[in-house]
């Protein structure tokens, strides 16, 4: 190769790094290469009639918040954060809707039930780009299980900056059964 045919491929193999590299990967994706939710789905039918927990959780999310003085508004990622405290029992999860601040569904995130093994976790996460909630969006979670005693745990942690200001919270899960 000489010069003339050489430079204008190296730009273009120097172009084609830096665009995949801007490519931002999906935080919901485990390392398997599966999204969350969808690497806890259950293989095998259970019958959520016999379970001897039941129980619906209200998470607030803020997608936004206003930060400053002009009422600009503040983008934040959020992650819904859905914890197994239980030593030995698992959770069955057969809801996750997302509401925006008017109340109208957003997405649904399950279309068939998950379980979260004993001290499991299952984290979503609501992307800073993503406007669609809004201020005021929020999780329904729904869940089950066979002892009636588990006390999982919900929550959501928004982070987000202003300026050269970085900030983070959390706000819990509340039942609405």
């Known amino acids: 190769m000489n010069n003339r045919t050489t430079y204008p491929f190296l730009y273009f193999l ?66 819904l954060s859905i914890r197994n405290t239980s030593y030995a029992d698992s959770i069955f999860i057969s809801k996750i809707d997302y509401f925006n601040t008017e109340g109208k569904l957003v997405r649904k995130f399950l279309d068939n039930t998950i379980s979260i093994q004993p001290m499991g976790t299952v984290n979503y996460v609501i992307e800073r780009e993503d406007e669609t909630g809004g201020a005021g969006a929020n999780f329904i979670v729904e869940l089950f299980s066979r002892n009636s005693k588990v006390k999982p745990l919900i929550q959501a942690v928004m982070i987000g900056q202003a300026g050269n200001k970085g900030f983070a919270f959390s706000t819990d899960g509340y039942s609405i059964k």
């Open 14 to 79: 120097l172009m084609v790094f830096c665009f995949s590299a801007c490519i931002q990967s999906d935080p919901n994706i485990d390392k398997k290469g599966e999204d969350e939710l969808k690497s806890h789905e259950i293989r095998t039918e259970v019958n959520l009639n016999k379970m001897t927990f039941e129980e619906v959780i209200y998470v607030p999310i803020y997608s936004d918040i206003y930060a400053d003085a002009n009422n600009q508004k503040t983008l934040l990622a959020a992650t």
